[in-house]
């Protein structure tokens, strides 16, 4: 197999070529078509999340063909096209699993932080966390769909029905994707970007926001709900004045600077603040049945597998309009 791996956080990925993994118990082997680039790939390589498997293939939003079948797999066939997401394996029996919440599991594994990942041309996967995908899209267009997309679907479904009007901040991946879904659901967008990113303000534009805007701006009328995908702690207190009383605001990524300290008043009013984290499997097989019936339409960047680290280099300094995904 050939793979980007990151030995130690800070340090570039280095390509590697090792033997093929082997399936083993339920798990099938998988020859990567595309794969990713996550803000999250980019905080295991700061060093940002504690603990991760090193070394370690990052990638988690990878979409490849079955070509091996361990023991005890009936959900694929050989040659079926997959995804495989962020959420790696689960326990199953803690209490967050047991009530349907495998997203918050005590003991869980994810993909491309403690089990290798998609910046590779073969991976192996649990075959029950992995899932079929649609054939409208080609193997590029999908990648985003699995973590951007999801993470994004997940957010907006923390939304109340008849919250018309949605403040995303910070405009990429997930957030073009979830502009579309909104929209889809007859909710309007304001887009707010890193100040004077006029790129960005395009193209949140094209994707159908209502109203595009500088993040260190109040936007022209009171916000119903407020989603946060940047890593910025400092958009909490200003999507919290930006939404109305009882309007929610909604941390979508993994890591944030730190917040700071803000009045009380800004919370006051039955405000609410609240993380999204990971995903359930049902998460998955929703939104990935909706996608391809709203259509949602992604807006890719490939690049090769071998230069995977100017893909995060081009996340990190906002170069990209919309995913940027890895062809081995
Ligand atoms: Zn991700
Ligand atoms: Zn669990």
Redesign the pocket.
Known sequence: MRAMILEKPGVPLRFLEAPDPVPGEGEVLVRISACGVCRTDLHVVDGELPDPKLPIILGHEIVGTVTGLGVNVDNFKLGERIGIPWLGR?????S??QSGA?NL????GFTGYQIDGGYADVTVADARFCFPVSADYSDSELAPLLCAGLIGYRSLSMVDNDSGRIGIYGFGAAAHIVTQLARHQDREVYAFTRPGDLAAQEFALEMGATWVGDSDRAPPDELDAAIIFAPVGSLIPAALKAVRKGGVVICGGIHMSDIPSFAYKILWGERVLRSVANLTRQDARDFLELAPKVPIRTRIEEFALEDANLALEALRAGNLTGAAVLIP
Do not use: V
Not at 90 to 94: Q, V
């Open positions: 689960t326990c199953g029996s803690c967050y699993c495998e599991c005590d003991d869980p």
